[in-house]
Nanobody, 119 residues
Framework: QVQLVESGGGLVQPGGSLRLSCAASRSISSINAMGWYRQAPGKQRELVARSTSGGSTNYADSVKGRFTFSRDNAKNTVYLQMNSLKPEDTAVYYC?????????????WGQGTQVTVSS
């Protein structure tokens, strides 16, 4: 099982920016897909951005043009740069990894980091 640790959340005013980090316990090049999800109180978890090892990245329509997924293989870390933040972006953000394996494929999740956008 891979361990994921998120950081970078906090309180920011509307229009501000934050960069979330997700450090993995092993080489992210060996992980089939990684992404960011978020969950607001009383709402279902939703996809924010997801990238396969092949380099294809999908973004939720609500964040396209504002959020950018990136990775640093040398640091075993992926990032979510969030710009032009809106109050509706307020949520707990979770890092996710999907590992495809012959014996058993599985998902791994970080503990989450709170992002609050408020004036």
């Amino acid at each position: 099982q891979v361990q994921l640790v998120e950081s970078g959340g906090g309180l920011v005013q509307p229009g501000g920016s934050l960069r979330l980090s997700c450090a993995a316990s092993r080489s992210i090049s060996s992980i089939n897909a990684m992404g960011w999800y978020r969950q607001a109180p009383g709402k279902q978890r939703e996809l924010v951005a997801r990238s396969t090892s092949g380099g294809s990245t999908n973004y939720a329509d609500s964040v396209k043009g504002r959020f950018t997924f990136s990775r640093d293989n040398a640091k075993n870390t992926v990032y979510l740069q969030m710009n032009s933040l809106k109050p509706e972006d307020t949520a707990v953000y979770y890092c996710n990894a999907y590992i495809f394996a012959i014996i058993r494929s599985y998902d791994a999740w970080g503990q989450g980091t709170q992002v609050t956008v408020s004036s």
